[in-house]
Each structure stands twice: as structure tokens, then as C-alpha cells.
């Protein structure tokens, strides 16, 4: 059962940068595509980027397009997610999810049906 855990959250003015990190257990992390998504309250959760298991396709929600940047380190096991240019519509809590996938399938998803393991959760506020 793969486990993930994130850290990195906090608060920030407009403008400013923060990295978010999702370390993963369990499971084998080199077969994992990986997401970020993000919600806030009463609202659905939404995409925000994917990488697929060898981070050589990456997909961008349109909103963060520019300013966010996901990469993974495998032998770490971690996923991690840099937010530039912050905004105050970015606050939301970050969440990360992983998909068992073979290699060759790098479609895009979005969809929280395709992930089938999902952290705990991290905050994010930006303030105006």
C-alpha cells in the first residue's frame, strides 16, 4: 500500500514562492505517476500538474501554467511541486496522489477517480 505525506505548506505574501514535497512509501515509486491537486472549501478539488513515471511527460492545469513546476526525484521518492508568482487564488490545501501505471502510458488525468492513493493533505495561504 503506497503511502504519501506531504510537507512544504505555510503561508506567504503575493508574489512570493513556496516548494511543496510528497514523500511516498510503500509500494515501488519508479512505477507511480504522480499529481498535485488542490482545494478549497466547498469547492471540488482540482488539478493542478502530473508527472508520469519517468518525469519525461508533464501536464499543467492552465491556471498555474509559468509559475508552477513539478519534478521528481525517484530515488528519494518524492514529488515535489514549486509555486512562483504566488497569488491569493492559489490558497488552497495542496494534496498529492499517485497512480500505478506501466511505462508507456503518459495520458493526461485529471480526474480524481484515477488516482487510486492520495496524501493527507498540506496548506497553502497566500496573502493579498
Known amino acids: 500500500q503506497v503511502q504519501l505525506v506531504e510537507s512544504g505548506g505555510g503561508e506567504v505574501p503575493a508574489g512570493g514562492s513556496l516548494r511543496l514535497a510528497c514523500r511516498a512509501s510503500g509500494g515501488t515509486f519508479s512505477r507511480l505517476a504522480l499529481a498535485w491537486f488542490r482545494q478549497i472549501p466547498y469547492k471540488e478539488r482540482e488539478f493542478v500538474a502530473q508527472i508520469s513515471r519517468g518525469g519525461g511527460t508533464i501536464y499543467y492545469a492552465d491556471n498555474v501554467k509559468g509559475r508552477f513546476t513539478i519534478s521528481r526525484d525517484n530515488d528519494k521518492k518524492t514529488v515535489f511541486l514549486e509555486m512562483n508568482s504566488l497569488k491569493p487564488e492559489d490558497t488552497a490545501v495542496y494534496y498529492c496522489?499517485?497512480?500505478?501505471?506501466?511505462?508507456?502510458?503518459?495520458?493526461?488525468?485529471?480526474?480524481?477517480?484515477?488516482?487510486?492513493?492520495w496524501g493527507q493533505g498540506t496548506q497553502v495561504t497566500v496573502s493579498s
Open positions: 496522489a499517485a497512480k500505478p501505471t506501466i511505462l508507456s502510458d503518459n495520458r493526461h488525468r485529471a480526474d480524481l477517480s484515477d488516482y487510486a492513493h
